[in-house]
T-cell receptor, first 116, second 112 residues
Framework: AQKITQTQPGMFVQEKEAVTLDCTYDTSDPSYGLFWYKQPSSGEMIFLIYQGSYDQQNATEGRYSLNFQKARKSANLVISASQLGDSAMYFCAMRGGNTGGFKTIFGAGTRLFVKA | DAMVIQNPRYQVTQFGKPVTLSCSQTLNHNVMYWYQQKSSQAPKLLFHYYDKDFNNEADTPDNFQSRRPNTSFCFLDIRSPGLGDAAMYLC???????????FGPGTRLLVL
């Protein structure tokens, strides 16, 4: 069965510093996609970054980068130069594979607090 | 801008009174999803449509139904809402050929 684990219920970071949010996953499928979403208090899920299982390089999108370590089955999100507006819930998610198909499963989430 | 729209943003219903939540998209994606998210929890997939093909998750209660009359619209029907159905309901879309799902702003359902 596919599974996503986020072990940090909450994280604090000082404004302008970098922060890493942890995510590990479990799947027996060779083909899958990994995502990070941001959910502010308004409730909307905002797509941040995507990493395919066959991608050779780590994904980057502006201040977001995904530290993909396939052998360790980890897909940590790194946010550089944190801003107050980064305070939100962050979800790691996985989709795809022979068993997963279109289904996306989410981790429990990490709430990030950015301090001024 | 292409987007996923959900109406209404907030819905109050009475215990047992049927309610319908609406989702529309301008992305022309062929896959549409409905998620339920309870407070401080991860979103949970209820079902999805791939074009007209309906795919129900095994643990989705029969109380939840869905309709997709065309590519752009998808509805979530809760036939007899219970207090435990109070949650945020998120609609998402994706292309069959791309991995990423794009979410609407959600509908917060309150059951009195």
């Amino acid at each position: 069965a596919q599974k996503i684990t986020q072990t940090q219920p909450g994280m604090f970071v000082q404004e302008k510093e970098a922060v890493t949010l942890d995510c590990t996953y479990d799947t027996s499928d060779p083909s899958y996609g990994l995502f990070w979403y941001k959910q502010p208090s308004s409730g909307e899920m905002i797509f941040l970054i995507y990493q395919g299982s066959y991608d050779q390089q780590n994904a980057t999108e502006g201040r977001y980068s995904l530290n993909f370590q396939k052998a360790r089955k980890s897909a940590n999100l790194v946010i550089s130069a944190s801003q107050l507006g980064d305070s939100a819930m962050y979800f790691c998610a996985m989709r795809g594979g022979n068993t997963g198909g279109f289904k996306t499963i989410f981790g429990a989430g990490t709430r990030l607090f950015v301090k001024a | 801008d292409a987007m996923v729209i959900q109406n209404p943003r907030y819905q109050v219903t009475q215990f047992g009174k049927p309610v319908t939540l609406s989702c529309s998209q301008t992305l022309n994606h062929n896959v549409m999803y409905w998620y339920q998210q309870k407070s401080s929890q991860a979103p949970k997939l209820l079902f999805h449509y791939y074009d007209k093909d309906f795919n129900n998750e095994a643990d989705t209660p029969d109380n939840f139904q869905s309709r997709r009359p065309n590519t752009s619209f998808c509805f979530l029907d809760i036939r007899s809402p219970g207090l435990g159905d109070a949650a945020m309901y998120l609609c998402a879309t994706s292309s069959a050929y791309q991995e990423t799902q794009y979410f609407g702003p959600g509908t917060r359902l309150l059951v009195l």
